[in-house]
């Protein structure tokens, strides 16, 4: 069993939940089409606070309600937050001047959302075939 998560952390000065609201539409809309929106769900992480689960609009169905997203329109993507303001003290940063946020994402589930991979044990098997399905975009 394997497990790859990409994460993402920004510190600075007056970073807000709508700067991290913002790059996560923007990386959705890169990744599944302009017309993707999202929805934030409370939730909780140890290091962020307040923390969210995010959606996706389903790109299968546009958000009318399909099998692959269950018939809500959603399906869900990462786990996102502002970074603890008493983590940034651990670190030594002043969390009155400097603020952030974090966000993570299993790279398998993001794959399985875009291509629709139907078995995880394709990406484990060195099995050229199944690559070869993909185009490089570069
Ligand atoms: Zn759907």
Not at 25 to 32: G, K, S, V, Y
Not at 44 to 55: G, Q
Request: glycine share 10%; charged share 20%; with cysteine.
């Amino acid at each position: 069993m394997f497990f790859h998560q990409l994460e993402g952390l920004y510190i600075d000065k007056k970073v807000s939940f709508t700067d991290l609201k913002q790059v996560l539409l923007t990386f959705a809309r890169e990744l599944f089409g302009s017309e993707t929106q999202i929805r934030l769900r409370p939730s909780y992480f140890p290091f962020t606070e307040p923390s969210a689960e995010m959606d996706i609009s389903c790109h299968i169905c546009g958000g009318e309600g399909c099998g692959f997203c269950k018939h809500t329109g959603w399906v869900e993507i990462l786990g996102c937050g502002m970074v603890d303001p008493n983590v940034l003290e651990a670190c030594g940063i002043d969390s009155n001047t400097y603020s952030g946020y974090a966000f993570g994402l299993g790279i398998e589930r993001i794959t399985n959302l875009k291509y629709h991979v139907a078995d995880l044990r394709l990406f484990s098997e060195n099995d050229v075939r199944f690559l070869q399905e993909f185009e490089s975009a570069y």
